[in-house]
């Protein structure tokens, strides 16, 4: 066997010396980057470096000690989980020692050793916004907490800069807090000249971008560019957390919000409108792009009426090579629903001329026609010729494929109401609804200020009175003429909270009524309102016209029952003058002066008063 003839000394002397030829370009490859006071790179650093500023992995600066740095994690000796699980431990329990101060520090710890855990800024954000704010009585404290919860998330945007569900959890807490709590109101004031706030979002969303024109900073404008932010982020190639349809609905539901919240703060007028109107143009912008759905179903929620007429079309070609067989599927699953056949002409009727009953038959019957599970279409393309076999098939497919679209804005569209939002936006941009929504907002402050009755002067001369503001009552009355205009315009709003709100302001002009000793009006110009919500199943607590109907004949019968009662003016009895005590109106003109004079005043009373 042959001996290493290798010094193992000189072995060693070699690999130290590579090694610490080594460290040369290693030195220069992880060289740290080196800033000013003011943030900003003086030296990008090394190779490293600039890869991990490049791919947003930079998790500390240079002069800040930070646990994430790689020298804390070697110091740390593995015990990162155990460090995380005992903060987390320590934060329940400030928690429920109502410990509040020492929470928000102790999750200042636990984000720097998970600061790419999104969870952790998500779940504590959401906490402190949330919980921990409601559990003071001052809305004052509760609005500096939500402050703080939003601070807090917003410290881990630049943890994770291309992670959308930061920027739309900023969205979400500041329009829903500011927005949508309890005390709405308040935290809106307090928002609005919140300087200390702006600057501290200042450096994610200018000031003057959420100043709403006339109103002042507004936190829905806020929500708004908060969810503008995570729509680029998706734009530029960021991972999407969310479904199509919940994703792009974001940003443009928080215009919509802001004018319906500064319509019940402020008198409506043509910034309101205009708000409404821009609201109306994002609505519409989100429903021209095409979306994906959970099935994969690429829709557009714009395009449901084209998707109608290519639907008629296909159709209208494929009875043209079957003639005849539609009608006879017809019958079929008319059949198969267990309907009389007699009641067929249904689905050819117009809907305007059948009743409930024959609509909703009607509704039925067409909801599983257009089913794209059903593939009734294909049942028809299947009797078609052998040489049109092929061309049938291919207008099937494509109707299944229509069909299928439909299914989606049908299914999908309706969880978000973007009809009813669509017209409701279309609605509310309108001048008519402006002077309804002045007009009530008008009879809510005479209500508040507990003028019921008109204020009239009344001129003695003339007799004639002349109205010097009008009280509450009439104020509600001329608003409920405005808006019986507007639903008539816009009949797909009973059914919605905008008549929800309006039925609330008739259960307060029926309570002023009762306070002013006035009773319901037999022609209320929203009676036909009452009535239709009354057959859909609401019991809103308002007098319905078969009520209205009732009580006058009681009143009626009343009346008839009290005129019986009465003796006749003229009485053919013959009754003696000597029996009867002569009244009032049996006194002579003279009479009546004689006794004026005997009291001292026409009106009864004495000199003395």
Do not use: C
């Not at 980057?33 to 600066?61: C, I, Y």
């Not at 609804?433 to 003028?451: F, H, L, N, P, W």
């Amino acid at each position: 066997m042959k001996k290493n003839s290798t010094n193992p000394f000189l072995r060693k002397i070699i690999y130290i010396a590579v090694i610490g030829l080594l460290l040369i370009p290693l030195s220069f490859i992880s060289r740290p980057e080196v800033t000013d006071q003011n943030g900003q790179v003086v030296d990008p650093g090394g190779r490293l470096s600039q890869m991990r500023r490049k791919e947003k992995l930079a998790q500390a600066s240079i002069s800040e000690i930070d646990p994430t740095s790689e020298a804390m994690k070697l110091a740390s000796m593995g015990l990162r989980g155990v460090a995380v699980n005992v903060l987390w431990m320590q934060a329940l329990e400030h928690q429920k020692n109502e410990d509040y101060d020492k929470l928000a520090a102790t999750l200042q710890t636990l984000t720097k050793v998970q600061p790419n855990f999104v969870k952790v800024w998500e779940f504590q954000g959401h906490n402190l916004a949330f919980n921990v704010s409601m559990e003071f009585d001052d809305y004052e404290y509760r609005y500096e907490w939500i402050k703080k919860g939003l601070n807090f998330l917003k410290g881990g945007i630049a943890y994770n800069t291309d992670d959308h569900r930061m920027t739309d959890n900023m969205g979400f807490f500041t329009g829903t807090k500011f927005g949508k709590s309890d005390e709405k109101m308040p935290f809106r004031r307090i928002f609005r000249k919140d300087k200390v706030f702006h600057n501290e979002m200042s450096d994610k969303i200018a000031p003057d971008s959420y100043d709403a024109r006339e109103y002042g900073p507004d936190s829905y404008k806020m929500a708004w560019h908060w969810y503008d932010e995570s729509q680029n982020l998706v734009d530029n190639g960021a991972r999407k957390y969310k479904s199509d349809l919940m994703f792009g609905m974001n940003r443009p539901s928080q215009t919509r919000q802001q004018a319906m919240i500064l319509a019940d703060e402020f008198r409506s007028d043509e910034v309101i409108r205009e708000i409404w109107e821009d609201a109306g143009e994002e609505w519409t912008q989100y429903g021209s792009v095409e979306l994906r759905n959970a099935r994969d179903i690429a829709f557009t929620l714009e395009r449901m009426d084209q998707y109608e007429s290519r639907l008629a079309e296909l159709r209208t070609e494929l009875d043209k090579l079957t003639p005849g067989t539609r009608k006879l599927e017809h019958s079929q699953t008319w059949a198969g629903l267990g309907l009389p056949e007699e009641e067929l002409p249904i689905i050819y009727a117009a809907p305007e001329e059948l009743n409930d009953e024959q609509q909703s038959k009607r509704v039925m019957f067409f909801e599983m026609l257009n089913s794209p599970e059903m593939g009734f279409d294909s049942k028809i393309a299947l009797t078609a010729e052998p040489d049109d076999q092929l061309e049938a098939k291919r207008l099937a497919d494509e109707i299944a494929n229509v069909l299928s679209k439909m299914s989606a804005i049908s299914k999908d569209g309706g969880v978000i109401n973007y009809s009813f939002w669509k017209s409701r936006n279309a609605a509310e941009s309108t001048d008519a609804m402006v002077r309804a929504r002045q007009a009530m907002y008008d009879a809510a402050e005479m209500r508040r200020k507990s003028i019921l009755e008109d204020e009239y002067v009344y001129d003695y001369e003339t007799g004639e009175k002349s109205v010097l503001r009008a009280g509450a009552v009439t104020l509600y009355e001329e608003a409920f003429s405005k808006w019986d205009e507007l639903l008539k315009q816009h009949p797909d709003l009973i059914e919605s909270p905008v008549v929800d709100n309006l039925v609330e302001s008739m259960l307060k002009y029926r309570q002023l009524l009762f306070f002013a000793g006035k009773q319901w009006p037999k022609d209320f110009v929203l009676q036909w309102v009452i009535d239709s919500r009354k057959k859909t199943g609401n019991d809103d607590g308002l007098p319905t016209s078969q009520q209205v109907q009732d009580w006058l004949e009681d009143e009626q019968a009343a009346s008839d029952a009290d005129s019986v009662l009465q003796p006749p003016e003229d009485s053919d009895e013959d009754t003696s003058d000597d029996n009867v005590e002569p009244t009032d109106e049996d006194a002579s003109p003279e009479d009546a002066g004689d006794s004026a004079d005997d009291t001292g005043s026409a009106d009864g009373e004495s000199d003395d008063s």
